[in-house]
């Protein structure tokens, strides 16, 4: 969180050292103070030169020759008008006023993706070996403008930058909702203005079949179609496709002209589109138009392609070659995700082929799949790339993969010398809200705040060091199951493809989240200029506690995505005003207490009052005996978990909440026979991902841990129909109860998972 920021100061301070006589004849101070460039992601290097370069009706733009393209691109400066772009090779001498855009010469020590921009007072020179890099400066250009009140005129600047990966994409679901094509444009310029340079279009999935296959004409007069708009509702009521033009239809589709249109827009933006067409499941759509493609042969039984049948191989190879005449890509995406193997198993014709390819099992039949279709796409001089599923099995001899179920496919593949992008699921997945859930429209469920996204690096350590190359890049996701509307897209993409765009391009040493909120304020103008639906910084705050057992102390950290936010607090219990301590560092609790905290601007309270109960509790740092183990997905911080003195935040995934299918069943030991008063334990709920409250909950207590005697049951009142975010905190009355030994049950009544926190007792 910002309290002071160290890059204001240090700028004020370098302004303050250089000679005020010249800075004051040459400028006003106000003028100098203020006039910072606000650039995401940050440059590698930029330093402030002196002057303004003004933006004019007469500005003239100059380039060489391999430029004049990419020089285009200038027409969406907000202040750049000419008709005509001037060839450098007219011309002797450079021009002295202008943009310019120059090739670089051989001795330049440039590297080849890298650009230079120095603004002057009289002109602008971009220098760069390759199109790929003017466009990364033009986009520079742009953002500045776009982040100044007054654009038109820009301070003198040197700019020498290039990016950390080759690799930065974004991903769009067009499957679970439909987006129309002025959309992706916008889509791809904002992209573009954050030097982002792939768009993974999610083409395919069982929500609807989206690009015309001239070959298949059903997969777009059917598969593209389903009977409610409405994805959710569709999902949990039969999931049916609709003939295109019947009015219970509801969906759409990209005909190969738009795909090629969309591919030459993102092209003269500097981004490459990578088609994904999913196989060998996610295709229940494709299966419901051609059933026969399926191991039971008919629709609505099976997602996955039958991998026995040789009909399905012609299918995608056809499939493919369509697709490959509408993107010139180097990849193509073929999805490989999630298949449920179970049909496979039963097929005589996939088991034929596991038999006679002498393949292990039904992972072996997915990679001979993969493999045989990753043959064919190299035949025609492509890449293939997958989810990280395509790992299982054995992988393809050249394929790349995505890793998303965390980061270990992706450290195994890098290890063992494949390509990899990164884009897992707890960092880079833009479906998971971004804010305490309550208040905000519904979403697939997680928690995936800014900083966090901010934070992730993409090399992970595990990763050798001379495999660390084949980290390509990263790229986040948006899922859109939840995202019915184009507003809702950019409303759960901004600001957090800020953070993505910095973290795939500025070396790792130079990020700062400090600096990045302070550049981030300017970029709100800049998305509301271009009209974008982000999200705006909540006025909630977020309070969490860290414990430290052995100096029995508990950490309490209060954080906003306000911009230095006054923040006031209490620990007594009173409600927090102007005149309650002001926070600014980590508060430190050595007894429970209740934290209340509120941002006050001036007397006034913006928002609403947070608060956190800080258990220092008698359990702390006690065995916890699990009569139930907990799932292996969901370990926590294992035996400690329940007894940590910490509690978990606003998603299971945060390494807090201890996940468990079956029964809730553990016994704590207290260590020695002793006088009790309470128990509390707290649990989740959050039916999208299938996480439930249990319906009761029991509490029985023994002095040798043989005979226990039940305490009166606690059942849940929080309904199971409820789609919210809930937390349901049963309470024990143990007064008058002496004991060691402490069980507590929870009946898993909805065969889901059920997630907990911590188990307090006083
Ligand atoms: C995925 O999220 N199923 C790739």
Known sequence: MVRTNPNLMKRAKWAAGISAAILFYLFPAATFAQDSLFIIPKPLIQQARLGHFTFTAQTQVFSSNEFIGAADLLHEHP????????????????????????????????????YRLLVEPKRIIITAHQPAAILNAIATLRQIAYTRKNGDQIPAVWIEDRPAFGYRGLMLDVS????????????????????LNTFHWHLTDGAGWRLEIKKYPELTQKAAWRTNANWK??????????????????GGFYTADQARDLVSYAAKRGITVIPEIEMPAHSEEVLAAYPNLSCYGVPYKNSEFCIGNEETFTFLQNVLDEVMSIFPSKYIHIGGDEADKSAWKTCSKCQKIIKDFNLKDENGLQ?????????????????????????????????????????????????????????????????????????????????????????????????DADKQKHILGVQANMWTEYMPTSNQVEYMAFPRVLA?????????????????????????????????????????????????????????????????????????????????????????LSATAIVKTAI??????????????????????????????????????????????????LTYGDGQWQGFLGDFDVTIDMDTIQLLSQLKIRFMQSTGPGVYIPAQVTVAVSEDGKVFKTVPKSDNDVPYTDPT??????????????????????????????????????
């Not at 006034?604 to 997905?633: C, F, M, P, R």
């Open 367 to 463: 990679s001979y799949a993969i493999k045989r279709i990753e043959t064919y796409l190299t035949s025609k001089g492509r890449k293939l790339i997958g989810w990280d599923e395509i790992l299982e099995g054995g992988l393809a001899p050249e394929a790349t993969v995505m890793s998303w179920r965390g980061e270990k496919g992706g450290i195994e593949a890098a290890n063992s010398g494949h390509d990899v992008i990164m884009t897992p699921g707890a960092y880079l997945y833009f479906d998971a809200y971004q804010t305490n859930p309550i208040g905000q429209p519904e979403a697939i469920g997680g928690y995936l705040p800014l900083q966090k996204v901010y934070a992730y690096h993409p090399i992970a350590t595990q990763i």
């Open 79 to 114: 202040y750049i008008h000419f008709k005509k772009i001037i060839s450098l090779t007219a011309i002797k001498q450079m021009p002295k006023q202008g943009i310019i855009l120059v090739r670089a010469n051989q001795k330049d020590t440039l590297a080849q993706n890298a």
């Open 600 to 649: 006050f601007k001036g007397d006034i309270q913006i928002g609403k009052t947070a608060e956190l109960q800080v258990d220092i509790h008698k359990a702390i740092g006690k065995k916890v005996i699990y009569n139930n183990s907990w799932s292996t997905n969901y370990p926590a911080q294992k035996e400690i978990t329940l007894v940590n003195g910490q509690t978990g935040d």
């Open 500 to 588: 993505l765009a910095e973290m795939a391009w500025t070396a790792e040493k130079n990020k700062s989240w400090n600096d990045f909120q302070l550049r981030l304020q300017k970029h709100y103008l800049l998305l509301q200029r271009l009209n974008v639906n982000y999200y705006p910084p909540s006025t909630a705050l977020s309070v969490l506690s860290t414990f430290d057992i052995d100096k029995k102390t508990a950490t309490v950290t209060i954080t906003s995505e306000q911009f230095e936010p006054s923040i006031h607090y209490t620990v007594d219990g009173s409600a927090p005003t102007a005149t309650s301590p002001l926070y600014h560092a980590p508060i430190s």
């Open 176 to 195: 679970r909702n439909f987006f129309p094509i002025p959309f992706l444009k916008k889509y791809i310029d904002i992209m573009s203005l954050y030097k």
């Open 725 to 762: 975010l809930r937390f349901k905190t049963f309470v024990f009355d143990l007064k008058g109860n002496i004991a060691r030994f402490i069980k507590i049950t929870g009946k898993n009544e909805k065969n889901g998972f059920m997630f907990t926190d911590e188990v307090v007792v006083y």
């Open 233 to 250: 509702y569709w999902w949990n009521s039969g999931r049916k496709y609709a003939e295109m033009g019947t009015p219970e239809a509801s």
